[in-house]
Each structure stands twice: as structure tokens, then as C-alpha cells.
């Protein structure tokens, strides 16, 4: 298929010529005014757009100043035609985005050049945005999946099995998608943050790694000695993502999973561990995750004990409604009853 080049130019003679040199090669739309380029942008993208400067109405320096502020027009190279030949307009047409000008009148060996040379740099660009959008998914994907294994042998140790991180962060993305639904902090929930929770929520525990064998195994209570050195793993997982991995990953998504690994034992009432924070002192992502995690551990079978059934689960938590739980983030989640029980035969 041909390349398309849209000519914007109010000189009839201008839009003739531009057509007769070029649509040997391409496919040429033309257009007299700024008004009918945008009105040709809003039903086909263009290749190239050959803009003249000197327009009545809407001149060409308006023109790009729009396209640019646009998110899908900017990426379209824009190549100025002009008789003003000054080193200041010359000057503007770059500042202003443009990749090369071509003066009037036309001259058909340069006119045919430059195109030519526009295009083919415009193509190099694409390609190399394909190959580290590529690259970028690898290495985003390899991270992700260092981080499952880590939680995965993390768990491993007090008896669970990986498949705890993968329902906690199902039951996450569940409780996320109804919160969108019902517009419940929308301001926080950008599409990021919520990408960004789902990745890091098999992180939570990471700091369990620092707590014994002989009290993760432990198939009977634990002593308030015991307990204390377990409640330790909060601070511990938040103090471990700090120092390996800001290096290595988006700032936001270390402090995403630094308040996970940290907060996500907090309490709404206040009477959590292990900063005691109240309310929305508690970072979105640990109140979130809190739900989630405490579901899961009711619901699944143990070394120490049977999983209990989604009912039961419910009973439980909604007793810790404004003490444990946020009472809108657990109203939300509870709601969801039906799509939680198909979600619990699904991962089993």
C-alpha cells in the first residue's frame, strides 16, 4: 500500500503541483485550510502531513500547535511549506516540532528528497519504538516473574503453597475491578496504580523470609514470644524492598510494594501492626490487600487446620467491619459473593 501524504495548502496551484509530483509514489490527499486538515485527521492518520505556514483563519504554525498537543497527532511527521526562507522561520518550524521544510516555489527533485528522506527516518523510528516496547515487555515480564518465585519459595516455608500469592492477587483484582465500578477512589486507582498493585501483591510477606523455620512450621499456637518475632516480618519486607529493589524497578511500584510488605497487617481501628495506623493513615493498597490476604488464609486448608466455606469466611470478616476492614472496601468485597465463589473453584 502506498504511504498517504496529506498537503495542506490554500493555494489551489500549490495542491496541483504537490499532487502531481508525489502521487506517483504515494497516495496524496490535499486539503485548503487547517479546518479541513483536522476534519481529514479525524477520519484517516496520514503518513506525512505537508503543512503551509501562510494560511488565512487557521495559519500553519496553529495547526501544529494543535497537532502536538494531541496524543495520537504528534507522532505524525510534519515537513512546512513556505516562501519565507529566513533563518528566523526556518528557526520556528524546527522549535515547533517539524521534521524539514520545503520552500516555494517548489523545486521537484528536493520536494521528491525530502518526502523521501521524512518517511524513511519516520520508519526507523517505529521500529526502534517496536523493538524496546519488545524488549521493554521481556524485562517486564522476567521481572514479574522473579517475583512470583520469590513469594513462591517464601510461602513454601510455613507449609502454603504458591498458589496462595496467585488467589490473594485474583482476589485483589476482583475487589479493584468493583471498586472502579462504583467510581471508589477513583482519583488513586489510575490504570498504573492498579497494575502496579495486581504485580506487587505476591510481595507482601517477602519479610517472612527473615522469621525462623521452627515458628513458620510450628503446627500448634505460638507463644506471644513466638508471635512477637512474627509480627517482625512487616517491617522486615518493607526494609528488604527498599534496599534491593529500587534500582531495578519504577519508583512507584517499590512504594507500592513497600506498603504492602509493611501496612497490610495494619487495622482500620487502629489496633493493627506495625504502626498502629488508623483509618487512611493505612496506604489504599494495604487496606486492599488486607481483604484480600485474610479471605484467603479463612478459606484455605492448612497443615493446622480445614478452609472454611465463603459464608463462613463472610461471617468472620464482617464482624471486623470498621475494625479490621474498611467498612466501603469490605462492603464492596462482599458483594461480590457470587463472582468470588465461581473465582475460589477457578483457582482450585
Known sequence: MKKIILVVDDSRLNLVIARDLLSEEYDVQTVDSGEGA???????????????????????FEVMRRLQGHKAWRKIPVIFLTADRTEKTEETCFQMGAMDYIGKPFVPAIMMQRVRRTLELQGYRKSLEQMVEQQLQR???????????????????????????????????????????????????TPRYIDYLKKASPLHDIGKITVPDRILQKPGALTQEEYDLIKLHAKAGSRLISENMDRIVDKEFV??????????????????????????????????????????????????????????????MEKERGNSFEPVLLDTFLESGEELRQLMEELS
Not at 504458591?162 to 471508589?184: D, P
Not at 497487617?265 to 501492626?273: A, I, Q, S, V
Open 38 to 60: 483536522f476534519q481529514f485527521l479525524e477520519e484517516k492518520e496520514p503518513d506525512l502531513v505537508l503543512l503551509d505556514i501562510q494560511m488565512p483563519k487557521m495559519d500553519g
Open 139 to 189: 524485562i517486564t515480564q522476567l521481572q514479574q516473574d522473579i517475583i512470583i518465585t520469590m513469594a513462591n519459595l517464601i510461602e513454601s516455608r510455613d507449609g502454603t503453597t504458591g498458589e496462595h500469592v496467585k488467589r490473594t492477587s485474583a482476589y485483589v483484582e476482583l475487589l479493584v475491578g468493583k471498586m472502579q465500578e462504583k467510581g471508589i477512589y477513583r482519583e488513586i486507582l
Open 255 to 316: 512504594e507500592i510494594a513497600r506498603d504492602l510488605a509493611a501496612y497490610h497487617h495494619e487495622k482500620w481501628n487502629g489496633g493493627g501492626y506495625p504502626g498502629n495506623l488508623k483509618g487512611e493513615q493505612i496506604p489504599l493498597a494495604a487496606r486492599i490487600l488486607a481483604i484480600a490476604d485474610v479471605f484467603d488464609a479463612l478459606v484455605s486448608e492448612r497443615q493446622y487446620k480445614k478452609g472454611m466455606t465463603l459464608e463462613q469466611a463472610f461471617g468472620i
